[in-house]
């Protein structure tokens, strides 16, 4: 992304999670994340990224409330940003906090023995390569 992109994507995660949590009234919408805004070269089209704090079961819920509430989203918005036109807003699901969670308790699983002082000066040795 360019420097621009960036900035416009930051400033729309802002604005959007200041709408989501101090005017928008549905509570299916209630406790909702905004975790990444990705836009397109032209600035045109915007894939938001939500979560509900780690509450997954809502998952259908808020997809449905945030389909409501995108006609208000975006007006407010544009309202507030500095661009011809504004993003038309895709809002999707963010998986990386479930798969980030996943693979946590996967490493908890794993009962691998604590290295003792010999062994890790051992792998140090190893290592040189000369």
Known sequence: MTLKQERMA???????SGLLLLEVTDPALHDVTVTEVVLD???EYANVYVNAL???ERQEEVMAGLKRANGF???ELG?????RRTPILYFH???TLSRGEAIEQA???????????GDAEDGAEDGDGA
Do not use: A, C, F, T
């Open 73 to 75: 989203l975006r007006r």
């Open 79 to 83: 309202k507030r940003i500095r661009l």
């Open 10 to 16: 930051d400033r729309i995660r802002e604005i959007l």
């Open 41 to 43: 070269q032209e600035l």
């Open 54 to 56: 780690g509450n997954e």
């Open 107 to 117: 490493l908890d699983r794993l009962h691998l023995p604590p290295l003792s002082e």
């Open 93 to 95: 699901w963010d998986i």
